[in-house]
């Protein structure tokens, strides 16, 4: 700092030219000093947009699917061969119903002659228990087997993340028109393309999809010519050598439309083959492959299939944990903090309760986890992996937050509300419970709903009573085996398919909804009901 | 009739009864309050309304400690009961396999649709939980019954003009919530309690310098129970995490409460709890998803450069790095939301005595609030610290599993909670080193941030009473 102390020969006048100097180096300082402060919630607004983007930009993805619709005969030598219409045999029957689904689809696309490679190819459009919902309708409605109905078959994993843009990179081109074409979709076939530059456009985009930085791994293209699919071997000029891949055995009449599908990977280095793209995209542009909002998602239960599994049973898990724990934190939170404010005496215990229950709010969560798995499981003998043990371990682990929060809302009120009580003759226990709590109640619901919140994101302590196991079936009640959603989450991003990441996404979107929603009631209650004295 | 008792969900059928024998208690006294007042209740010492909750606390507080009680112990009074009554080969198992046979058949017989398995001693052993299970509920609520008409018939017995009902009851309300606060205390002793007893057991199988000062961690295997490499990493970690979250949340706290107009603060404040309150799980998403695979390249990147030796950076999929910065941006508003009370707190005459003097803002800041303030900001870092330690999703998602010593952030590391998780995750006994072994961890790091938080907390509260 500048201080005038050098003498008299500098009395007079502070303008000096170093003075100026330094008040220039001195703002300049300033203006720093204040550009890192909006550097620094820059950085933290940017590091949320970041987090919210991305998850929301994975998940966009997993609130469509795409499902396999024909519109099939249920035919009882398929679904109910004995002929019994007993309704649980039908929904047991589930391989009965692929099976349908499976000749339909090979009549359509494979030869009289394909092997069991071919027809496990075919069948891996779509996924075995997909069928499963259709089972339990005709259950349902045994009347239906003879008559008409529609099939909504979920597609495979990895043929929707496909369609959906994943999997391979990808560019289609236009390639004009079929100039002349020879041999057979038996042992090949050369197709002469109508102009040299669509040849040249077709030559640029493999080059720009091959891959620089591995050896031998040159993309491929997808030919499609008047409703058949091609692969392209090779290439001389207009002349492309193909094999044929699915679609109407015969060659394409002169002049038909030409498209091609640029894959960066070749199918050895993908999930999905070549046939199963083009039998997908015959049957899309058949209308029979369409995208459809993804119910399942909240409709289903968690399921081994990316394509099948949802958040239902995490949900209702989730809401019956956080019944246990309001039943515990809420009360007793309350109560704990209306005796430590207004009754306590001051005295070494209640010093003591005071300082435990602040440091019990900073006590690691996993801690409770360790006290739920050696007290609840081990000692009392509860079983694990149900709501009521995880309700317990989150009520004890978000009680100190709301002790703290009605403790701040109790003090807010005025001392003067309980001298006027006491003043006209209520007893301490009156003015407080009469007078003092329902004035409070505002602040003590908010900070219970906000306590709510934290228990329902929780996760790492669930994990160590056992919440991770495998729950297909909505559970019960609290004694039943059930996960909640953060754990859910935590299980669907350790899955090893591509699928289970935007499904994972869109389980975290969920959460956060159920978040967004109870802040925001804490914050309309605060907002409502918040008396200033 | 006693098997139909040992199926029974009779905790909410008792919970009815109780409400209704309360209700009536209560009527019951507040009319007999009446009657000895003869109508004229002002002559009373209390109002009748408070000699009918005496009564119905008389009636049900005896029932209720009894039936707490037998919640506590029932159940191993009939495993005790049920253990003598098998058969001597059974018998002399040993305690762990006799317990898990007695698990089993529990679980059998508590099935409600429990069908006969063939095996003639486990179906007859099962029947006869099922009826050591239903004649010790009868029982206790045979017990509880009687323990409420005593109580009942001794509330009755109390009432007079001047009995002081209403302190009684309001004695008992007092009590209520005092056992309501004490419930902090217990769970504190109860962590305590079963860290403590799990990781005395762990220990007196494994040598506690070798499991302080071992450098080899294979818990899995049960083979090496050294823990040094586990709390290297936690610290690494949590280092890291420091490294962003400190001079962000410090001066977006400055900037907030010192430069910000009050419009720009009560937009920017939520925004920074806003991310306080995103779950743990979907930070660990975010880590493993987008910040480890950034990580990982910009790793590999660095390797390729020309001066770099081959190798420097191990650049795994997933990384102590990514899992640090992840975790520094959850504790940025933890840091800046305790910083701000405390620069606030600061009072505005040390501001105005140094802008009197000529100094700029930010110089007021430097050398004037924080050097007020700092007591409290160490203490909100080493609360941040202590809440880094403790986290557990962002590292079992995107820090590892391997549990070694190295300086270089690019590597997987593992941490004392991701080794609690993938310890007690799965099928546990609570018989094996392995498994004791997560609750000697867990009791390291309660005590770790303990220490930290004690330290803050008293820091905070000296800091508190100066300036106010």
Request: proline fraction near 4%; charged fraction near 15%.
């Amino acid at each position: 700092m500048s201080s005038p102390t050098e003498g008299p020969a500098n009395t007079g006048s502070f303008v000096t030219e170093e003075a100026l100097q330094r008040l220039k180096k001195r703002h300049a300082a300033e203006a720093r000093f204040k550009l890192y402060g909006q550097l620094a919630i820059g950085i933290a607004i940017v590091a949320l947009v970041a987090l919210l983007v991305s998850i929301f930009g994975q998940a966009s993805s997993a609130f469509s699917r795409h499902v396999l619709s024909y519109d099939l005969n249920i035919e009882a030598s398929y679904v109910d061969p004995e002929g019994t219409r007993d309704p649980d045999a039908i929904a047991r029957n589930v391989s009965g119903f692929n099976l349908m689904l499976q000749d339909q689809l090979a009549d359509e696309f494979l030869a009289d002659d394909a092997d069991r490679n071919d027809q496990r190819e075919l069948y891996g459009v779509f996924t075995r228990l997909a069928v499963l919902p259709i089972a339990r309708a005709t259950a349902d409605a045994p009347e239906t087997i003879g008559s008409e109905q529609i099939f909504n078959v979920a597609l495979a994993d990895d043929i929707d993340l496909f369609l959906k843009g994943g999997v391979s990179a990808r560019k289609s081109v236009e390639i004009g028109t079929v100039a002349a074409g020879e041999g057979s979709t038996e042992d090949g076939v050369t197709l002469t393309l109508a102009s040299q530059d669509d040849a040249e456009k077709l030559s640029a985009a493999l080059t720009e999809l091959t891959r620089t930085d591995v050896d031998d791994a040159p993309a491929v293209a997808l030919i499609k010519a008047g409703n058949t699919w091609y692969r392209m071997e090779s290439s001389e000029g207009r002349n492309l050598s193909l094999t044929y891949l699915a679609g109407p055995r015969v060659l394409p009449a002169e002049g038909a439309e030409m498209e091609a599908l640029v894959l960066a990977q070749s199918q050895e280095n993908r999930t999905v083959t070549d046939r199963q793209i083009a039998w997908t995209k015959i049957l899309q542009t058949q209308g029979r492959v369409k995208s459809v909002l993804n119910t399942s998602l909240f409709t289903n239960s968690d399921s081994t299939y990316p394509e099948l599994a949802g958040t239902a049973a995490a949900i209702i898990g989730s809401l019956l944990t956080m019944l246990v724990t309001a039943l515990l934190a809420i009360p007793v939170g309350i109560f704990a903090a209306v005796y430590l404010e207004e009754f306590a005496p001051k005295n070494r215990l209640t010093a003591l309760i005071e300082v435990n229950i602040n440091n019990l709010a900073a006590v690691p969560s996993i801690v409770f986890g360790l006290l739920g798995a050696a007290v609840f499981i081990n000692f009392m003998g509860l079983p694990r992996s149900v709501p009521l043990v995880g309700g317990l371990v989150l009520g004890l682990l978000v009680l100190p937050t709301v002790i703290i929060a009605s403790r701040a809302a109790l003090t807010a009120v005025p001392p003067s509300i309980r001298t006027a009580a006491l003043g006209v003759g209520a007893s301490k226990t009156q003015s407080v419970f009469h007078h003092v709590l329902p004035l409070a109640a505002p602040g003590i619901m908010t900070g219970a709903i906000i306590g709510m919140a934290r228990a329902l994101g929780e996760t790492a302590p669930l994990l160590l009573i056992g919440m991770v196991a495998f729950v297909a079936e909505v559970p019960d009640g609290p004694m039943d085996e059930s996960t909640v959603l953060p754990v859910l989450i935590y299980k669907w991003s350790t899955g090893a398919e591509r699928a289970w990441e935007p499904q994972t996404a869109a389980a975290i979107i969920v959460l956060l909804v159920f978040l967004v929603l109870m802040n925001l009631i804490a914050i309309i209650l605060r907002r409502r009901f918040e008396r200033r004295w | 009739m006693l098997e139909t008792f040992g199926h029974l969900p009779v905790a909410w059928l008792l919970f009815a009864v109780l409400a209704a024998a309360a209700f009536m208690a209560f009527y019951v006294g507040r009319t007999q309050a009446v009657g000895i007042a003869r109508g004229y209740t002002s002559q009373l010492n209390s109002q009748p309304n408070y000699h009918g909750y005496f009564v119905a606390m008389a009636t049900i507080a005896p029932a209720a400690i009894i039936l707490f009680l037998y919640m506590l112990f029932g159940e191993s009074l009939v495993r005790a009961q049920f253990a003598s009554e098998l058969p001597e080969r059974i018998r002399a198992l040993g305690d762990l396999e006799l317990g898990q046979y007695i698990d089993r058949i529990s679980e059998h017989a508590t099935r409600r649709d429990a069908t006969a398995t063939g095996n003639a001693l486990f179906d007859a052993a099962s029947d006869r939980y099922t009826n050591l299970v239903g004649l010790s509920r009868i029982a206790a609520i045979l017990l509880a019954v009687l323990a409420a008409a005593g109580g009942f018939f001794f509330g009755r017995s109390r009432l007079s003009g001047d009995f002081r009902a209403r302190a009684r009851v309001e004695d008992g309300i007092k009590f209520l919530l005092f056992l309501c606060a004490a419930i902090a205390i217990l769970t504190t002793i109860g962590i305590v309690a079963s860290l403590l007893f799990e990781a005395l057991r762990f220990f007196s199988r494994v040598n506690v310098f070798s499991f302080l000062f071992g450098t080899e961690w294979n818990a899995q295997t049960g083979a090496d129970f050294g823990a040094i490499p586990l709390f290297f990493g936690t610290f690494l970690i949590a280092f890291l995490a420091m490294l962003v979250a400190a001079p962000i949340g410090l001066f977006s706290a400055i900037y907030l409460s010192e430069y910000a107009s009050p419009r720009v603060r009560s937009i920017v404040k939520p925004i920074l709890e806003l991310l306080a309150g995103i779950p743990t799980v979907v930070y660990g998403f975010f880590a493993l998803q987008f910040v480890a695979p950034i990580v990982r390249s910009s790793a590999t990147w660095i390797n390729g450069l020309p001066f770099i030796p081959d190798g420097f950076l191990a650049a795994q999929p997933t990384s102590a790095l990514a899992a640090g910065l992840v975790m520094g941006i959850m504790i940025i508003p933890f840091v800046s939301s305790l910083s701000d009370d405390v620069i606030n707190a600061v009072p505005q005459t040390l501001r105005d005595g140094a802008y009197a003097m000529g100094a700029t803002k930010s110089e007021t800041v430097k050398q004037v609030v924080m050097p007020a303030a700092l007591p409290g900001v160490i203490a909100a870092l080493l609360l941040a610290v202590s809440r880094a330690i403790g986290e557990t999703m962002i590292v079992v998602m995107a820090a590892g599993q391997r549990a070694q010593i190295t300086p270089d952030p690019t590597a997987d590391l593992t941490t004392i909670t991701v080794q609690i998780v993938a310890l007690l995750t799965g099928d546990t006994e609570f018989d094996s080193a392995k498994t004791l072994s997560a609750f000697a961890l867990g009791f390291v790091l309660f005590i770790v941030t303990l220490i930290f938080n004690l330290i803050a907390l008293r820091v905070v509260k000296k800091y508190r009473e100066k300036y106010e």
